[in-house]
Nanobody, 121 residues
Framework: QVQVVESGGGLVQAGGSLRLSCAAS????????MGWFRQAPGKEREFVAA????????YYGDSVKGRFTISRDDAKNTVYLQMDSLKPEDTAVYYC??????????????WGQGTQVTVSS
């Protein structure tokens, strides 16, 4: 089992920045790929970013590429999502996930409760 807990959401004006954190715990955390997804009201869940624990390879969704940065701190078992140049369309509940089942952009085995990000225009 892997537990993930998100934090860092909030309200920000367009053009501003936020940093989300995802703390992972439980057995076998080492070597687990972590991802961020988001879901806005009335829309499907969208892949945002992912990072592998080994090698630190990163992946991004097209809508956030160049504005968001995913990183990890192995010592703290924590993954971060730095969000810059935020737009109103970035408003959503952001979810952290661990252990993708098939590919980093697909379904994951473990999910957090989500944290709300609201970007005002």
């Amino acid at each position: 089992q892997v537990q993930v807990v998100e934090s860092g959401g909030g309200l920000v004006q367009a053009g501003g920045s936020l940093r989300l954190s995802c703390a992972a715990s439980g057995r076998a955390v080492s070597g687990v790929t972590m991802g961020w997804f988001r879901q806005a009201p009335g829309k499907e869940r969208e892949f945002v970013a992912a990072v592998t624990w080994s090698g630190g390879f990163t992946y991004y969704g097209d809508s956030v590429k160049g504005r968001f940065t995913i990183s990890r701190d192995d010592a703290k078992n924590t993954v971060y999502l730095q969000m810059d140049s935020l737009k109103p369309e970035d408003t959503a509940v952001y979810y952290c996930a661990a252990a993708p089942r098939v590919g980093v952009r697909g379904d994951y085995a473990y999910w957090g409760q989500g944290t709300q990000v609201t970007v005002s225009s």
